[in-house]
Structures are given as structure tokens and as C-alpha cells.
């Protein structure tokens, strides 16, 4: 082995702790065929910190991931939960560590495997060949700016979340977007609401000056209804979308089932020093948890944009989507995505099932060599 890294796993919530293993283990085997050692130490943080801590993110688990090279999420959250003031619910984890670590950038892709096609709910000659990228600011925005909370006023409740960016904050993600779309085909679309909203017009302003310092990508701009609307009529329309906290939390839901499901898709939480976050998009779907029917595939993914964004190691990313892609090939299929009827050469398998064929495929080396 000619270099270590070292990561924290964060397993969390509901199914977290049974599709973090797998990534895990596919990521050390493709890491090893690449010479690479991987060191995990596993934390605390969502409901499992809070039943065990007391809080939803430990002082320790904050202090490991700031001297970890990446750091993977299962999920938080469950209904065990939900009965908690708002800054002791598991999801205050969750915030805490976006704010802490200063990641300010989530990278949420909307990538189609060609055997998922007639797994999508829309038409797969809309969807097949899908590759979008949305680029959310996470630090700032609704879910950040104060004042916020349940006020009495006028003898009665009042909730009130204040809607805030500031110029930089708008410049700094921007500037990400732009050089994330030069790198791929080029179109930057910039989602906002600037005709009832003063803050996202002040983002389209932003947005539009920096325009010039790339004349290799053509922006344009869209109110965050009309993207929703074009996401599910015309999607690979779309190359990077931009926008801010809210809009990107809303829309990136939306996109995921354009690919058939939540399952597939992974996320980036990026700071500026290359610090990364990496989880799937989807929750802790407690309904599901301890079933063996959970999809690992979007956390084994993220592992994937983590050797990309994180750790350099571009070859052992594709390796790893290569393996995720065979699988698929070969038929295999957790619930979430089987599709409608029971299609030929389609095989159910569960959570484990599907690890083992992953761990399977990377270790055979026919998805293509690491470097």
C-alpha cells in the first residue's frame, strides 16, 4: 500500500446502518486494488447520538470529522423522534454538521443507468441517457437565517424563518456551478423565485455578473416553479442547475425519481478546503429498517463521488460505478426498483444479496481496472 486515508462513518438512523457496511466494504476493496489503505472510525450522530448522548451531534463525533479525510452518512431521523423540540430532533445533526464543517456545497446528481429506464415514472425515451447535476447552497438560506421560531404575537403562535443570503455566500456557489458545468456540456441553469422574492433576485444578479468569467457555459435562468414543471416535461434539458438551499432541497427530490428512485442517488457535501460529506439522498426509511429490503446502491455511490471530490482518485470511482452498473446489467433489482410486472431476466434481491454481488463484481476486476 502506498497511501492511507481515513474516513468516519456515520451509520445513523433506520436503514443507515445497513447500507453503510456494504459501501464500506465495496469501498475498501476497490480502494486496495488501487493501493490504497482505508482506516473508518465509526460516530454517533442523529436519533442513535441523541438515545445514546443526549444530543443530536456529540462534541466528539464533530471533532473526528474535521480530522478525517471524508466522512459518510447513512441517515437520520425516525418517529421515535419527532415528539422533540425542534433543536433536539435527529436532523439538527444533520444541519449541525453542514454548518460546522462549512459545507456549502451539496452535489446532487440525477444519473440514469441505462437497465433502470422503465423504472422511471416518465416515458424512458425522457429520461434515458439523464445526466443532471444540481448544485444546492446548504449553508445559508431559510433553513439558516435567524430570526427564527414560534413567537406569540397578538395572543396567538406566529412561526417565522427569515429567508437570507449574502452576496458572497451567492458568488462562492455560483463560481462552483460554473466550473462544475465547463467541465461537462456547458448549459448552467440558475433556479430562482426573483419576482416575488428580493433575496433570490439579488441571487440572479450575482449569478448574471459572474457570467462573463466563463464564456464557455451558457447561462439561463428559471423561477423554481417552472423548474419543477420542465424537470418532469423535458428533463435532459437540464446539464447544472444551481440555487439555494430551499429550491435545490425541493428540486433534487424531484429529480431523483426521474432516475426511478431514491435509492440511486447519491450526494456530495462539499467545503472549500475539500473536506466532503458524503450520503445518499434518500432518509432513514424507518418502514423498511431491519428488512433486508433497504437499496444500498445510492450510498455505495456516494463512496464513488467521494474518491471523485475528495480523496482524487477519479479511476476508483469509476470502478466502482462500473461495478454498480454490471449488477444492473446482470438483472439484479432491490424492491424500490423492480419496476411494474415481473420483467424476464429480473431478480429481487435484498440488501445484503446486493452488497455481496457488488463486493462480487469489484473484486473480479471486469468493470475495469483502477489506477
Known sequence: MTRAIKIVALP???????????????????????????????????????????????????????????????AVGGPQWEDRSMDQRPERGLLGLRSNLELFANLRPALLFPPLAEASSLKPELVSGLDILIVRELTGGIYFGEPRGVFFENNERVGVNTYRYAEHEIERI??????????????????????????????????????????????????????????????????VIVTGNLFGDILSDVAAMLTGSLGMLPSASLAADGLGLYEP????????????????????????MMCRYSLNLPAVAARIEGAVDAVLQRGLRTADIVGSGHPH????????????????????GTEGAAS
Open 345 to 364: 431476466g429480473i431478480e429481487r434481491v435484498g440488501t445484503k444479496a446486493m452488497g455481496e454481488a457488488l463486493l462480487a463484481e469489484i473484486g473480479s
Open 12 to 74: 445513523g438512523d433506520g436503514i443507515g446502518p445497513e447500507v453503510v457496511p456494504i459501501a464500506i466494504a465495496v469501498l475498501r476493496t476497490a480502494l486496495a486494488q488501487a493501493g490504497v489503505a482505508l482506516e473508518v472510525q465509526e460516530a454517533l450522530v442523529g436519533g442513535c447520538a441523541i438515545d445514546q448522548c443526549g444530543e443530536p451531534l456529540p462534541k466528539e463525533t464533530l471533532a473526528a470529522c474535521r480530522a478525517a479525510d471524508a466522512v459518510l452518512l447513512g
Open 281 to 304: 439522498v434518500h432518509g432513514s426509511a424507518p418502514d423498511i429498517a431491519g428488512q433486508d429490503a433497504a437499496n444500498p446502491l445510492a450510498t455505495v455511490l456516494s463512496t464513488a
Open 174 to 239: 455560483a463560481r462552483l456551478a460554473f466550473n462544475l458545468a465547463g467541465k461537462r456540456q456547458g448549459r448552467l441553469c440558475s433556479v430562482d423565485k426573483a419576482n416575488v422574492l428580493e433575496v433570490t433576485d439579488l441571487w440572479r444578479e450575482v449569478v448574471s455578473g459572474l457570467a462573463g468569467e466563463f464564456p464557455q457555459v451558457a447561462l439561463s435562468h428559471m423561477y423554481v416553479d417552472n423548474a419543477g414543471m420542465q424537470l418532469v416535461r423535458a428533463p435532459k434539458q437540464f446539464d
